[in-house]
Each structure stands twice: as structure tokens, then as C-alpha cells.
């Protein structure tokens, strides 16, 4: 049964709510000719953008208006709070400070970017893009009227605009406006660089690097002279070997001359940099079966995930070998190490490959970058053994030993968290040759 262009369209100027909402989800677009399916499209988004905008007095209403600071060395900004928000979100703590950070400045600083959005005027991206790059400046103290007007301009360009392009008009506004904010959020922002990882499909990954304009040009310009060295000592051997085409781009040229550059950092460093008294390594884990070539089962990149069966072979054919065990039904590591007071060299080795990464619920810093917890605490009577040991990140270990969350540690691997708040959290265990 087809449902009228006309009822669509007027669900989609009627204002957003849960009446509309009904009358929204009570429709199959499938059912709709294709104009329709587009004003439902959008009629949907504007539904999103009222839910986004409750979910923003939400999470400030469990995180607080304004930002806590813990008492003691250990404490950072909103240390509790994030957590409080990561778990009930599922996502990591960086993720829910960014949720608390934007959530905070729409409630407390932009009540008309909020009126926008719980009214279905603009899209989430489009109040996170203008709460995000107003903040720094309102931390500052941006007088009022200023606040006003960027909001006034950045709402207006989000009519026609795209999120990157309204992100655009705000600093545009900001530095005309407030030149003197704008030069001191440059340089505050200087203290936000970073270099990330994430990973991506098809066996890849992206590194992102957020740097000073000036220093991304240094970056580049030695990839680019990096590049030419190369092709300068390929051409000398050209004229001795016979010529062979590089059929490579330029992107790819940058990507193999960044990857070439570390490589080569690493193995100038590797003998003076011990973490967890291992020299620095990239780990692969590939079954028996597969390694032997009786089987193309992935492979398990450390910080990355599932790697086809042939990189595994090609990686591991170069490496060096050590034997895990596991249990045949779940893929839990089993057995690895003894037990001592300081955990012996082949405990942490077990504990660093069992769990890959912190066991706080939805962290993935890596294990190798963090620390050895006994979740019952030696003082207590915890053993050191691979029950009670397990691998936290530093942030998380504080949490847990100053911050009033509480870990039980299970024998596979798996651990039991409760947070100050009483609310319990289940992290399994991580089956060897699965993504974490």
C-alpha cells in the first residue's frame, strides 16, 4: 500500500517528538516512491537530532555541569565521571570525555545551537562541530555577545552547509571577532597534538597526526626528500640492473617512505627500549595448522586484528617463534609462565598476549604499554599468578586502586568490574585468535 508523498512531507515539518517519531517508525520506506523516501530520510534525521539533543542534558546530568577534579596525584579531570559514561555507552574513555566536553559546552554555553537541535533545525555533526570549536574559546572566557554572534552565523551557514564547512565559518567568525581569543586557542591548541592509530577494513589501518601546521610540513618534507633519495639510489642501480618500472603513486610512495622511515628509527632504538623487558616487537599469533599451511585460518596482528593467513605465514616466517596454549574449546590462553613475587619473564609474556589490551571495559590501550595489576592486591593475599594478574593501562590502574572501582579476576582471563556506583560490568575472555 503506498502511503502519500504528502503524509511524509508533513511528518516531516511537524515538530519532533515522540508522536512524530510513532507515526515515523510506523512506516515501511520500502512503501514509499523514491521523493518520499528522501523526506522520510530526512524526517528520521530530524528525530535523531531531538534525541541527540536529550541525550546531551543526560550525560550532563551524570557527569555534572561543570568539570571535577579528584583529590591526590592520582585524580585527573572528570576521571570518574567518564568512566560512569563509557560503560553505560560502551565506548572508550576518551570517546565519553569527548561526549562530556561537547555535552557540557551545548548545555551550558550555546542555547540556541540546543534549541536547534532538539527542533530538528540541524544535525548532531552540526551542533558537535559548533560546541567543539567554540569550546577552547569559551573556556577562555568569551564574552557573551561574542558567543551569540558565532552561534547566530555558524547556524545560519548550517542551513546550506556541511559539518566541515560549518566548523569552517566558526573559526572564520572567531578570529574576526575575537582576535586575540582566536591567537590564544592556536596556541593552546598546540598542547592537543598527537599521533593515532585506528584500524580500518581489508587489513589496514589509518595513523592520524595532529600537529602544528608548521610541524605537518617538516613531516611531509621529509617524506618527500625521503622519497627522492630513494629514487636517486634506485636510478644508480638502474644503470647495473635491468630498468624495472615502479608502478606505485605518489600516495603509496609517502605511505612505503613513512613506514620505511620508522622502520628504521625502530631498529636503531629497539636494543635500548625494554617495555615489559622485551625489546620492542610487532606480534603475530597464527594457529599450528595454518602456519604449516594445512590451513587458512586469519591471523591476529597485535593492535590491529585478523590478517589474512598468508601476511600471518609471510610475517612469522621472519620472527621469532613462542609456543601458546590453549584451551581447544574457547581459544582462551591457558599456560605460559610460574609464579614468583615479580612476575618472571615468560608470566608477563603469558599476560601480555592473553589479553592485548587494558581488561577496563571498552579500553584498547595496548597491554604491552600498560601495567601488571594484581586484582586482589599482594597485601590482601593475591597471588602472582595469571588468575590474578591482568593488564590495565596506567589511567585505569589508578581507578581502580584510588578511584573506588573494584576487578575480579577470573582464571580464563575474564574479570568482573563494579563501579563506585554499584554498576557491575562483564569483560570475557579474549579467545587468542580474535580481534579485541
Request: glycine share 6%; hydrophobic share 40%; aromatic share 4%.
Amino acid at each position: 500500500m503506498k502511503i502519500s508523498n504528502e503524509r511524509v512531507s508533513s511528518l516531516l515539518r511537524a515538530i519532533p517528538g515522540i508522536e512524530t517519531l510513532s507515526s515515523l517508525i510506523a512506516i515501511d520506506p520500502l512503501h514509499l516512491e523514491m521523493s518520499a523516501r528522501i523526506d522520510y530520510l530526512s524526517a528520521l534525521e530530524r528525530q535523531s537530532a531531538w534525541l541527540q539533543a536529550a541525550l546531551q542534558r543526560a550525560i550532563v546530568a551524570v557527569a555534572g555541569e561543570e568539570p571535577s577534579v579528584g583529590q591526590g596525584i592520582f585524580f585527573g579531570v572528570d576521571d570518574s565521571e567518564r568512566e560512569d559514561i563509557s560503560t553505560a555507552l560502551r565506548m572508550s574513555s576518551s570517546s565519553a570525555q569527548i561526549r562530556i566536553d561537547v555535552a557540557r559546552t551545548l548545555v551550558n554555553h550555546l542555547p540556541h545551537t540546543c534549541s536547534a537541535l532538539a527542533s530538528g533545525e540541524i544535525s548532531p555533526a552540526h551542533a558537535t562541530v559548533i560546541a567543539r570549536e567554540t569550546a577552547s574559546a569559551i573556556r577562555d572566557g568569551l564574552p557573551p555577545f561574542a558567543i551569540y554572534e558565532i552561534e547566530t552565523k555558524a547556524l545560519a551557514h548550517a542551513e546550506f552547509h556541511t559539518p566541515a564547512q560549518v566548523a569552517n565559518k566558526v573559526r572564520t567568525v572567531l578570529a574576526t571577532i575575537a582576535p586575540a581569543t582566536f591567537e590564544n586557542v592556536v596556541s593552546k591548541a598546540r598542547d592537543a597534538r598527537r599521533v593515532s592509530c585506528y584500524r580500518e577494513n581489508d587489513g589496514m589501518s589509518t595513523v592520524v597526526a595532529i600537529l602544528p601546521a608548521q610541524d605537518a610540513q617538516i613531516v611531509m618534507k621529509a617524506i618527500e626528500a625521503f622519497i627522492l633519495r630513494s629514487e636517486r639510489s634506485e636510478e644508480k642501480v638502474s644503470l647495473v640492473v635491468a630498468d624495472q618500472k615502479d608502478s606505485r603513486n605518489a600516495d603509496m610512495k609517502r605511505a612505503d617512505a613513512l613506514t620505511e622511515m620508522a622502520a628504521q628509527s625502530l631498529a636503531a632504538m629497539s636494543e635500548d627500549l625494554l617495555l615489559h623487558r622485551r625489546p620492542i616487537t610487532v606480534n603475530v599469533t597464527i594457529d599450528l595448522p595454518t602456519l604449516l599451511g594445512l590451513a587458512e585460518n586469519p591471523g591476529q596482528l597485535a593492535g590491529y586484528g585478523a590478517i589474512p593467513a598468508s601476511v600471518a605465514r609471510t610475517l612469522a616466517s621472519d620472527g621469532k617463534w613462542r609456543r601458546f596454549i590453549t584451551d581447544p574449546q574457547s581459544g582462551a590462553l591457558l599456560d605460559y609462565g610460574r609464579e614468583t613475587y615479580t612476575p618472571p619473564q615468560e608470566l608477563v609474556d603469558f599476560l601480555i598476549a592473553r589479553d592485548r589490551t587494558c581488561r577496563f571495559p571498552g579500553c584498547r590501550q595496548p597491554a604491552h604499554r600498560g601495567d601488571l595489576d594484581h586484582a586482589q592486591s599482594w597485601e590482601s593475599g593475591g597471588e602472582t599468578n595469571a588468575q590474578n594478574l591482568g593488564a590495565l593501562c596506567r589511567r585505569h590502574h589508578r581507578m581502580k586502586t584510588h578511584g573506588g572501582w573494584s576487578v575480579i579476576s577470573n582464571g580464563d582471563g575474564s574479570c568482573d568490574w563494579k563501579s563506585p556506583a554499584g554498576k557491575e560490568f562483564h569483560v570475557p575472555a579474549r579467545p587468542i585468535l580474535e580481534a579485541v
